[in-house]
């Protein structure tokens, strides 16, 4: 057993994972698609160790034994049982996004502990496997593994629920513009979120859609059609946010600035930029434009006095081992 380090990206969906068919196993209710974010990015060390007596996790130099180092224990545990591993197990992480900004670090995480995990037991997996253990410790991680832009199938089983490529990142050059308007941590997590989607009237309608829609944003995608990527962007976010609101009890992630920087975006489309908004379970909007018009999105986004941070992120490259020993 040894030591690896991998690297993976965050995630934006454009085709959003909202609820469950199964919660233990992180079986999505409906497809998704998303776009890795480059440069934002989870480093993570696993070092599998003989003379360790229990799993340990430091996360930006910080060492977690609460809530994080038991979803950890977890994963690790997946791992143990799938490669037949005795060990316990050191791990560091590093996000380089600021800390607390709001920006989902689950996916990256989960996808970077899970390569590492791997190629520090030696194993040689295949990214279709890989995309379905990091399932297992964030749904969306799934979709930071392959690289580019990615869908996430949905499936009853664990293996048939994976996630694969369908554009490198030089498939069409949009950017993610995301406007941080809060940096509070999330009042409730999104594990928590998908067990109440379905106390919602409104979720198995926008499940029901969901397939239409991811098969449109696709298209749209491929054939860069920014118009129709925009309005079906657009709408899913909102379907999901509908449901968050009419769950028992209500999930509210918008805040006034949030809500503002929306109608702004409308606005600016109506007057010819290209940028359509989409926003996961948090308040700060993710701004995607064609890289051209990012300059002037970001420059409108940081003269809003609502605004404490713009971070800007293109097509990134899946989850990558940046360096293994194995001695
Ligand atoms: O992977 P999770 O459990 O953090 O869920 C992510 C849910 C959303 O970010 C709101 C949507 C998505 O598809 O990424």
Redesign the pocket.
Known sequence: MGTATARANA???FI???GNRDDRL?LPANP?I?MNLGGLFAETTVRWEENLTADSFGLNGKEDTGAGLTRVVAHLDVLRRRLDIAQFARVESRNNFPTGAGI?S??AAFAALTVAGAAAAGAQLSERELTTIARLG????S?SVPTGFVEWYAADAHEESYAESFGTPNTWDIVDVIAVVSKAHKPV???A??QSANTSDLQTARVAGAEERLRQCKQAILNHDFAAFADVVEHDSNL?HAVMMTSRPPLFYWLPPTLMIMDSVRQWRADGLRVCYTL??GPNVHCICVREDAAVVSERLRASSEVLDVLIAPPGDGAQVLTVSIP
């Open positions: 995630n934006i969906a959003k994972y909202w992180r998704s998303s989902a689950s996916a964030s749904g969306s991680a979709r997590g999104s594990s979120g998908h999901m996961d379970a």
